[in-house]
């Protein structure tokens, strides 16, 4: 792809909604350089192509809440409510618009959201390690823990006076 998109750019516009990760219906058709109604009618003309978990529509809450999210609202006169797309969904895209753009376009989405997954799979790689080794020498730092308590614990009471008592 001549101007490849970069993939901070995609990665903006992946949004979590109802736990998964999507794109919105105007976000993409920027992507793939078609007005967002013309994407709009391609997957209304396909619908059976896109199940509940490929393609969805926000509800009126749900695009409530994103467009309290955003401190300038992009999405200015919008009067329905976006079409979200899954990983899946995106990668349906390609074939319901058939143009040289969206299957380039699909590819560059498609590497950004494995490296995403890969990231995630980082963190909790990380996160199980660090459980592991506190539950390995935890007990090894448990005299720490209890002197760090008891010191807390000892400074409640009462200070005591200082200077000349009567």
Do not use: W
């Amino acid at each position: 792809m001549n101007d490849m998109i970069p993939v901070e750019l995609i990665t903006e516009q992946i949004l979590l909604v109802r736990g998964k990760r999507v794109m919105l219906d105007r976000d993409l058709s920027m992507l793939y350089d078609v007005e967002t109604r013309v994407l709009k009618q391609a997957v209304k003309r396909n619908i059976e192509r896109f199940p509940e978990d490929f393609m969805f529509v926000l509800s009126n809450q749900e695009f409530i809440s994103l467009r309290s999210q955003t401190v300038t609202s992009s999405y200015g006169g919008t009067r329905y409510s976006p079409m979200v797309f899954t990983e899946q969904g995106v990668a349906m895209l390609s074939s319901v618009l058939k143009s040289k753009r969206a299957i380039e376009v699909n590819i560059q989405i498609m590497r950004t959201f494995t490296k995403l997954r890969e990231m995630l799979a980082t963190h909790d790689e990380l996160r199980e390690k660090i459980e592991a080794m506190e539950d390995k020498y935890d007990h090894q730092f448990k005299v720490v823990f209890d002197a760090i308590k008891q010191i807390i614990v000892g400074n409640d009471s009462s200070p005591k006076k200082i200077g000349f008592l009567k």
